[in-house]
Each structure stands twice: as structure tokens, then as C-alpha cells.
């Protein structure tokens, strides 16, 4: 019993001091200066070189693990799919209850990451980037709210929902951040206005 205490304990001081580390070393606007400025180049790019929603755990893969994260009440059946449950999407504040109303959005779209320094990383680090679930990198969202973000960045779309839109940005740097993602000269002055009001 106490060696159960003693693990628990160790583990839960591991959680914390990797917290506090995450906090000590992630700061949005510090971040946002230290990305690299960029011209942009789209050749070559394919969405098929970033392999998506890979199996995670069973028969459930990256898109049906974040339908589970990001969902309220969600029920299964044996293959994953989700059957019931509810999703609110923060890009618009709407609530569904139909899984197929949700699209998985990649908070930094893989065309976007390509353009970004992504067309140099191997094939394992495109598929990690396009199937990350510890980073803010992938979100639950309306589908057609998704579909009109597209590509773009934050110089030329952000989330109708205003309150959501510091969240979002400080998001954006952390994973361009994390990858080594460069940013182009108008997504870095949308980034640093929208950081200064936040």
C-alpha cells in the first residue's frame, strides 16, 4: 500500500513539474516573436503526404479520439463510431448532436504547415503533426465553419466568435512554435495585433 502511495505521489509530481515547465516555457507573445518570417511556397503539396486519422487505441482513430475528447454524453458503438452525444464547436458557439455535423479541424491546416517548412520533414513527422492530440493541433468544429477557414491563416480568417479568438491565436503560435513552423510577414502582424489585445 505505501508503495502505491509512493507511486502515485511520484506521478502526480510529475504531472505538475511537467505543467509548470510547459508554463515557464510556453508564453504566446514571446513565442510569436521567436517564429521565423518567411515567404510562403505551396509546390509539391499534397494532402495525402500528411497521413491522417491513423489508429490511436483500438479501432478508434485520431478523428473519432477527438469526437470523444471534445464531446459531452458521447456514445460509441464497436467499431468507434459515435452514435449519440453532444459537441459545441467554439469557432461559432453552435451545439450538435449529430456527429457527422463535425468536421476534425487542424488548428494549423496541413497546406499551411507545408507552405511553412513542413514540405522538409519526413513522412513521420507529417503524420505526428497531422494526428496530434497533445497539442491545441486538432479541434471538434461545425463542419462548414471548417470548410470556409480552409487553408487560410490568421491574416485572413479567425472565428466568428470573438471571445474565442485569443485562444485560438495563442494556439496557432504554440504549434507553429513547437514545429519550427515559419510564419509569412501579414499572418505575423494579424498574430502580434490580435496577441496585444489578449
Given at each position: 500500500m505505501r508503495r502505491f502511495y509512493a507511486r502515485r505521489r511520484v506521478s502526480i509530481l510529475a504531472a505538475l513539474s511537467g505543467l509548470i515547465a510547459s508554463a515557464a516555457l510556453f508564453n504566446a507573445p514571446t513565442a510569436s516573436a521567436a517564429l521565423t518570417v518567411a515567404t510562403e511556397d505551396?509546390?509539391?503539396?499534397?494532402?495525402?503526404?500528411?497521413?491522417?486519422?491513423?489508429?490511436?487505441?483500438?479501432?478508434?482513430?485520431?478523428?473519432?479520439?477527438?469526437?470523444?475528447?471534445?464531446?459531452?454524453?458521447?456514445?460509441?458503438?464497436?467499431?468507434?463510431?459515435?452514435?449519440?452525444?453532444?459537441?459545441?464547436?467554439?469557432?461559432?458557439?453552435?451545439?450538435?448532436?449529430?456527429?457527422?455535423?463535425?468536421?476534425?479541424?487542424?488548428?494549423?491546416?496541413?497546406?499551411?504547415?507545408?507552405?511553412?517548412?513542413?514540405?522538409?520533414?519526413?513522412?513521420?513527422?507529417?503524420?505526428?503533426?497531422?494526428?496530434?492530440?497533445?497539442?491545441?493541433?486538432?479541434?471538434?468544429?461545425?463542419?462548414?465553419?471548417?470548410?470556409a477557414k480552409g487553408d487560410q491563416d490568421p491574416a485572413t480568417w479567425m472565428p466568428s466568435r470573438t471571445a474565442y479568438r485569443c485562444t485560438y491565436v495563442r494556439a496557432w503560435v504554440q504549434v507553429k512554435y513547437y514545429y519550427d513552423l515559419s510564419v509569412d510577414s501579414a499572418e505575423k502582424s494579424a498574430l502580434t495585433s490580435y496577441l496585444s489585445s489578449c
Amino acid at each position: 500500500m505505501r508503495r502505491f502511495y509512493a507511486r502515485r505521489r511520484v506521478s502526480i509530481l510529475a504531472a505538475l513539474s511537467g505543467l509548470i515547465a510547459s508554463a515557464a516555457l510556453f508564453n504566446a507573445p514571446t513565442a510569436s516573436a521567436a517564429l521565423t518570417v518567411a515567404t510562403e511556397d505551396r509546390t509539391g503539396y499534397n494532402r495525402d503526404l500528411f497521413n491522417h486519422w491513423i489508429t490511436i487505441s483500438g479501432t478508434c482513430n485520431t478523428r473519432e479520439t477527438v469526437l470523444k475528447r471534445d464531446g459531452t454524453n458521447v456514445v460509441t458503438d464497436s467499431a468507434c463510431a459515435s452514435t449519440s452525444g453532444s459537441w459545441y464547436s467554439p469557432y461559432d458557439g453552435a451545439t450538435w448532436t449529430l456527429a457527422s455535423d463535425l468536421d476534425i479541424d487542424h488548428l494549423v491546416p496541413l497546406a499551411e504547415a507545408w507552405d511553412s517548412g513542413a514540405d522538409s520533414w519526413s513522412s513521420a513527422t507529417r503524420q505526428a503533426f497531422a494526428n496530434d492530440l497533445t497539442r491545441p493541433q486538432l479541434i471538434a468544429v461545425t463542419d462548414n465553419v471548417n470548410q470556409a477557414k480552409g487553408d487560410q491563416d490568421p491574416a485572413t480568417w479567425m472565428p466568428s466568435r470573438t471571445a474565442y479568438r485569443c485562444t485560438y491565436v495563442r494556439a496557432w503560435v504554440q504549434v507553429k512554435y513547437y514545429y519550427d513552423l515559419s510564419v509569412d510577414s501579414a499572418e505575423k502582424s494579424a498574430l502580434t495585433s490580435y496577441l496585444s489585445s489578449c
